[in-house]
Structures are given as C-alpha cells and as structure tokens.
C-alpha cells in the first residue's frame, strides 16, 4: 500500500479504535482487525456481520477498504458501520498501510494429534 502506516495507527486510534479491537477473539461493536488485509469480508465466526457484508464476496485489499473506510453506508448500504466518513484520501492510504501491517500468527491444526 502506498500510505504512511505510523500515521495511519494514530489515525486509527482515534477514528477507529473505539470500536474494534486488535486481538483474535475480542471484538468490540466492529469485529477486530487483526488479519484483516487480504482476508475475506465477514470471515470471522465469533462476529455477526450484516447480511449484506456477508454475500458481498470482498475481500480486504487496498481497493475495497478504501471504498468502505470512505463512506461505509454508501458503500455498503446496510452496514453494520456506522463511522463518520473519511474523505481524506490520504488519511485512508495512511489506515489501509496500518491496517496491512497487523499481523498474528493465526492457530494452525496440528494433524500429529
């Protein structure tokens, strides 16, 4: 991604941290985040997304996070989401390239069991 990811943690902070977490397993009002670039849209099992997430067949790239971080109801007219919009385009790049950096490692089923 082409934005400034420490800039795009403190914007996360503040725009986006009331409501999402970025721990596995704990989810605020929004699902957390951790994973989330390049993951499918509405994956998460202990969440329950709007329906409309949850057939939209997205997955979190630069493109489609750019398009619902800039206005999610428009985007997604009945998303769970309900944050101001960002028009910003900088500010987006800046949360997308945070947003691509967070990475866990994610459980693995050990088959030798």
Avoid: F
């Avoid at 929004?30 to 390049?38: D, S, T, V």
């Avoid at 329906?51 to 800039?70: F, M, N, P, Q, R």
Wanted: glycine residues 8%; charged residues 25%.
């Amino acid at each position: 991604t082409e934005g400034d990811a420490d800039n795009g943690a403190l914007i996360y902070q503040d725009a986006c941290g009331q409501c999402h977490q970025l721990n596995p397993g704990l989810n605020k009002k929004g699902p957390q985040l951790m994973n989330l670039y390049g993951a499918n849209a509405a994956e998460l099992e202990d969440y329950t997304y709007s329906e409309g997430l949850a057939a939209s067949g997205w997955v979190w790239d630069a493109k489609t996070l750019d398009t619902y971080i800039a206005d999610a109801e428009k985007a997604m007219p009945d998303s769970k989401m309900l944050s101001d919009p960002m028009p910003d385009s900088k500010e987006r790049a800046d949360v997308i390239a945070y947003l691509s950096t967070l990475r866990a490692p994610v459980p693995t089923v050990d088959e030798t069991k």
